[in-house]
């Protein structure tokens, strides 16, 4: 079995809403300190619905596929249902990341709450 899905690398090689948004009004910046990537996140909120998400990565490429993974699977969601996004919902939409680049995934989540909690601070 190949060590990487189809998915992850469909997402790894053609990133989907990458960019900065310049009216972002929530914006959640995290790293790992054992790996040292950065992911940077942008959410436009509207009505409590995020109508537009946009990522910076700067890190592995399963770092770059789950981000964008996770910003497909939060666009034209509420708020409540964003907060929801967990690290394993990203991971099993990309067809599953191997175990040692869980932490990857991880990253995602925490970027889209450290964006929501942006959000809420500014509100
Ligand atoms: Fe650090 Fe992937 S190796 S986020």
Known sequence: MALYSEKVMDHF????NVGVLEDANGVGE?????CGD???????????IIEDVKFETFGCGS???SSSMAT???????VDDAMKLTNKAVAEALDG???YKMHCS?????????AL???HSRN
């Open 30 to 34: 995290v790293g790992n300190a054992k």
């Open 63 to 65: 770092a770059i596929a």
């Open 72 to 78: 497909e699977l939060i666009k034209g969601k509420s």
């Open 117 to 119: 909690d942006d959000y």
């Open 38 to 48: 950065i992911m940077k996140m942008y959410l436009k909120i509207e009505n409590n």
């Open 13 to 16: 090689r053609n990133p989907r």
């Open 106 to 114: 991880v990253l995602a989540e925490e970027a889209i709450k450290s």
């Open 97 to 99: 990341l191997p175990d």
